[in-house]
C-alpha cells in the first residue's frame, strides 16, 4: 500500500504572493496569491540576510497549515540598504532648502547606482576650475564609485557658465565652476555614478 504525506496529517505545498502588509512584530506578513487570495505567512527566514518588504514578490511554503516564505521571486539583486533616500552631509556652508521635498539626499538603487538629489545654497563657490567639496554621502554607503554631472543652477544674467559637480570614490561630492559667479541654488539632481 502506498501512503502519502496526506495520509499522515501532513501536507506541503508553494504558492507565489506579493507582501501587500509586513508586521515586523508580530513576525507576520500579508500577501496577495495569483487567485488573488490573501494569504497570511510568517516572516521567518532561516540563514538569510534577506529583509521581506511590501511589493516584493515570494513563494511560500506550507508547512503543518502554517505558511512561511520559502524564496524570494525577483530578477535584481536584493536592496541590501532599503534604497532608502538618505540626507547628505553638507560642507563648507552649503545648506538645503526649509521644505523636506528638495532636501538634498542620496539613495542606493536596485540596479546598483548611487543616485543624488536635492538642492543646495548659501555655500562657499571655489575659484575658475577648482574642485570643492560640497557634501558627503550619507555612512554606510559603497565607496567605489566615480560618476558626474553638469547640474543646473541659476546663473546671473548675461553670464554663460556651467557648474560640474562630482561624486569621488570615498563618497565626497565636490563642485567646480566655469565662470565666477555665486549661484542662488544649485540643483544635484542627475548626480549618479555606478557602484563598481
Known amino acids: 500500500m502506498i501512503r502519502s504525506a496526506a495520509t499522515y496529517g501532513l501536507a506541503w505545498s508553494l504558492k507565489q504572493v506579493v507582501l501587500r ?30 529583509v521581506p518588504k511590501v511589493g516584493q514578490t515570494w513563494l511560500i511554503d506550507r508547512d503543518f497549515g502554517v505558511w512561511s516564505l520559502a524564496a524570494l521571486v525577483d530578477l535584481s539583486p536584493p536592496d541590501t540598504t532599503g534604497g532608502e533616500w538618505l540626507p547628505l552631509t553638507l560642507k563648507n556652508g552649503w545648506t538645503g532648502p526649509a521644505t523636506t521635498a528638495d532636501a538634498p539626499a542620496a539613495a542606493r538603487l536596485n540596479d546598483g547606482w548611487v543616485e543624488v538629489s536635492g538642492v543646495i545654497n548659501g555655500g562657499t563657490v571655489p575659484a575658475v576650475g577648482v574642485d570643492l567639496l560640497v557634501a558627503t554621502l550619507p555612512g554606510g554607503f559603497p565607496a567605489h564609485y566615480k560618476g558626474n554631472a ?45 557602484v563598481t
Request: no cysteine; charged share 20%.
Open 21 to 50: 502588509e509586513v508586521d515586523r512584530v508580530k513576525g507576520l506578513a500579508l500577501g496577495v496569491d495569483t487567485e488573488g487570495q490573501y494569504v497570511e505567512v510568517r516572516l521567518s527566514i532561516r540563514r538569510s540576510g534577506i
Open 150 to 194: 553638469v547640474l543646473a543652477s541659476n546663473l546671473p544674467s548675461g553670464t554663460v557658465g556651467y557648474i560640474r559637480a562630482g561624486l569621488l570614490q570615498n563618497g565626497d561630492i565636490t563642485i567646480k565652476v566655469s565662470q565666477a559667479y555665486t549661484p542662488a541654488w544649485i540643483d544635484l539632481t542627475g548626480l549618479k555614478a555606478r
